[in-house]
């Protein structure tokens, strides 16, 4: 009876399994598929219930866990020793551009705050690939420990309209990292998730003419600033005067309406009398960032070059019309700060050439006699 029972009871025949990793697809969420397909409900469940692997973005880019924009590769490093940031631009990874198809795409560079096309550098295009390659460096000359602390550097991965005769489209994202925690004269690498672009709807008060969008990108603009300029100094006691190289601008305020300026520059040492006493460079074409590299003697013996004042002025050529004044520095005895500092160390050590960046001020420096 009690066999008989425990029979009854039996909950049947086994039947035979042909597949044991059916029943234990979670030990291989990643393997490759059998020959013989497993049951696909029970897989796909498996597979969202196992932890993915996460890219490690960098906490200081600004960025989500979403990578449906793709990704970028780059390096920063701010070479302190030559005021200069270098940012190198590797590659990107899994673009989404908005039309099928491969796409042309390259870098733009921004620091905010500050003017946009005043800082504004970008790479060449790569045609015909969703993971473009650059391996190109943008350099932007300059750059101080201030700014280090105060700006933020923005990417951005655009698609170029002109190789395929496009409308401009908007970035196919972009990225903003922080400066201030860089550590000078050492390299970092990121790799940070595209996100898309932000954007700030218009001000009420603001007349659109019809067909413009009510929103506008979101653009963080610079108080007063004018721009800089890197100056060397060196006297010569072979020559017995003083030599003062212009080599270039950075960041200059934009006069013209197309968003850039013709620059050059005017030097003045006062209170020299005559032609012998004003010089100025040559002109540069359409650009907020001109290099110039160009250099002028005063003879004079260094006591008394040491009573003078040297007024540094830029200017935006304009043709038919007065010239647009930019910004201005005074080196001399009458300075202050790096100003005085660069004067006095080139005149107290013969022979040595010392070169500075300078700010620019937005006034035009008035000397009386």
Same mark, same amino acid.
């Given at each position: ?27 291989? #969420? ?5 020959? !013989? =397909? $497993?049951? %696909? ?6 597979? /969202? ?111 170029? #309209? ?5 409308? !401009? =489209? $908007?970035? %196919? ?6 400066? /201030? ?127 003078k004042t040297l007024l540094v002025s830029v200017w935006d050529y304009d043709l038919g019309t007065a010239n647009d004044f930019i910004g201005g520095v005074q080196l ?38």
């Open positions: 009876m009690q066999e008989h029972m425990a029979i009854d009871v039996s909950p049947g025949p086994i039947q035979p399994i042909h597949l044991i990793s059916d029943y234990f697809p979670h030990f291989y #969420p990643f393997a490759e598929h059998a020959l !013989r =397909a $497993p049951n %696909l409900r029970t897989t796909a469940a498996a597979i /969202r219930s196992a932890p993915q692997p996460q890219p490690d973005p960098e906490p200081e880019g600004d960025s989500d866990d979403s990578t449906a924009l793709g990704t970028l590769e780059f390096t920063l490093l701010f070479d302190a020793d030559n005021s200069a940031l270098h940012c190198t631009a590797h590659r990107a990874k899994g673009l989404k551009p908005p039309a099928s198809g491969s796409v042309d795409t390259y870098v733009k560079a921004n620091l905010l705050p500050g003017a946009s096309k005043a800082s504004q550098l970008r790479t060449r295009t790569v045609r015909g690939t969703r993971g473009p390659v650059w391996e190109e460096t943008l350099t932007y000359h300059g750059f101080t420990p201030q700014d280090a602390a105060c700006k933020t550097l923005r990417l951005c991965v655009c698609e170029d #309209p002109r190789l395929r005769r496009r409308r !401009r =489209a $908007p970035p %196919l994202g972009e990225l903003r990292v922080p400066l /201030r925690k860089l550590v000078p004269n050492r390299a970092r690498s990121f790799d940070i998730c595209l996100e898309k672009r932000r954007l700030t709807k218009r001000p009420k008060g603001l007349d659109t003419a019809r067909g413009m969008s009510l929103y506008e990108e979101e653009v963080e603009v610079a108080g007063e600033e004018r721009g800089r300029i890197l100056l060397s100094l060196c006297y010569s006691s072979q020559r017995g005067g003083l030599l003062v190289g212009v080599l270039r601008c950075a960041h200059l305020a934009p006069m013209d309406t197309n968003g850039y300026s013709d620059p050059f520059v005017r030097l003045f040492l006062h209170p020299n009398v005559g032609k012998k006493s004003k010089h100025k460079t040559s002109v540069r074409k359409k650009t907020l960032n001109p290099e110039f590299n160009e250099e002028f003697f005063y003879a004079g013996p260094r006591e008394e070059l040491a009573q001399g005895s009458r300075a202050s700060g790096e100003r005085l500092r660069h004067w006095r160390e080139c005149l107290g050590h013969s022979d040595c050439r010392l070169e500075l960046w300078h700010p620019l001020d937005g006034e035009p420096l008035q000397l009386s006699n």
